[in-house]
């Protein structure tokens, strides 16, 4: 069971010597005003590290199909599970459904977010753009260093893909591309690549099958080093857009045949019903 501890002690000390500071005006009076003050800090202080905490927790169960799409979020249930109370499980669900991670129904609880064909289009139109400009800068960043990074990445995901170590094979694929992103010195497109991604974890099994597995994923990857090897931005950036617009493509033709509910993606790309 996860627990959460509650680390406050850092900031004590900063709310005494601000609130003790008024002693000598008040006497006795002073200071029982300066412990309940303090109190009340130290207990909104409390329940935003708690919740925040909380929010971290649920969303990278959601992130990681822990909890799935169409889940229902039970305070109750939640709060019982996590050794807490349900104020910081109600505002923890709040900010993830700000996120677009939960989907909260008002006197009737809280799911998570269901994933639809509309929205993935939708991420991963945004995502050939972004990734297309981030390698288009990066190219004149990339040094020797980064190519063999960049190649040592791309060998172990053909081990992994090889070996249907998904999970790993899905966390050095999000190096790569991290990599080029980073690059980019653009700090806002770091930024929205970040918030993408978070949404686009959901995705990932659904969308390397529409790519037709490992092998073109491979492919791509590799033309798109030896652009950059070349120095050519330009190419390197339209290869990008090329290997994320391929799954788009594929969904376009698939959201015809396949209900909404189908796009719950699961362990090795089997789709089930969400619930």
Request: net charge negative; aromatic share 6%; charged share 30%.
């Amino acid at each position: 069971m996860p627990q959460f501890p509650r680390e406050l002690s850092a900031t004590v000390a900063d709310l005494l010597a601000h609130q003790l500071s008024p002693l000598t005006l008040g006497g006795r009076f002073g200071i029982l005003h300066v412990v309940d003050n303090l109190r009340e800090e130290l207990n909104t202080m409390e329940k935003r590290t708690l919740s925040k905490q909380v929010y971290e927790h649920l969303k990278e169960e959601i992130l990681s199909h822990r909890l799935t799409p169409g889940e229902r979020l039970r305070e109750v249930s939640l709060a019982e599970r996590l050794h807490i109370s349900r104020a910081p499980i109600r505002e923890a669900l709040q900010a993830l459904a700000v996120e677009g991670l939960v989907t909260i129904y008002p006197r009737r609880g809280a799911i998570v977010a269901v994933l639809s064909p509309e929205e993935f289009l939708e991420f991963v139109q945004v995502r050939e753009a972004l990734e297309a400009l981030a390698v288009r800068l990066a190219v004149p960043q990339i040094s020797q260093d980064d190519l063999e990074t960049l190649h040592r990445l791309q060998k172990r995901m053909g081990v992994e893909g090889q070996n249907e170590n998904i999970d790993e094979y899905f966390r050095l694929n999000a190096q790569f591309h991290a990599l080029f992103v980073e690059r980019s010195g653009n700090q806002f497109l770091q930024d929205m690549y970040a918030q993408l991604m978070d949404h686009l974890k959901r995705y990932r099994l659904k969308s390397l099958m529409l790519r037709r597995g490992i092998d073109n994923s491979k492919s791509e990857h590799e033309a798109i080093l030896n652009a950059v090897k070349r120095s050519e931005p330009d190419e390197a950036a339209h290869l990008m857009a090329e290997h994320i617009r391929v799954p788009r493509e594929a969904i376009e033709r698939e959201a015809i045949e396949q209900p909404i509910d189908a796009w719950t993606s699961h362990n090795h790309g089997t789709l089930t019903q969400s619930k």
